[in-house]
């Protein structure tokens, strides 16, 4: 069955760095696109970032461009989110997806908490 196991959340301070990581498992990983989401306290669950199947494009939401990258090494099955210049409206549960087979799939999340 489908994995995607998040990890690399914690505690860092305002400007601080974090790279986040996604394991997946249960499928063709480098056919599909690899997204990254986040859910803050009281808020929606937003797309941050997005990678095609061989990491040639890329997409972000305006409120992380230039401060964050995504990308994947299909031979470890992995989705990575590089997190730079970190702000306190950084602070989610991040969330590794990808739609297989027409069905989105989600990871449990990490924390990431961003402190002044």
């Known amino acids: 069955q489908v994995q995607l196991v998040e990890s690399g959340g914690g505690l860092v301070q305002l400007g601080g760095s974090l790279r986040l990581s996604c394991a997946a498992s249960?499928?063709?990983?480098?056919?599909?696109?690899m997204n990254w989401y986040r859910q803050a306290p009281g808020k929606e669950r937003e797309l941050v970032a997005g990678?095609?199947?061989?990491?040639?494009?890329?997409n972000y939401a305006d409120s992380v461009k230039d401060r964050f990258t995504i990308s994947r090494d299909n031979a470890k099955n992995t989705v990575y989110l590089q997190m730079n210049s970190l702000k306190s409206e950084d602070t989610a549960v991040y969330y590794c997806?990808?739609?297989?087979?027409?069905?989105?799939?989600w990871g449990q999340g990490t924390q990431v908490t961003v402190s002044s």
């Open positions: 997806n990808t739609a297989y087979r027409r069905r989105n799939y």
């Open positions: 249960g499928f063709t990983f480098g056919n599909y696109a």
């Open positions: 990678i095609s199947t061989v990491g040639r494009t890329t």
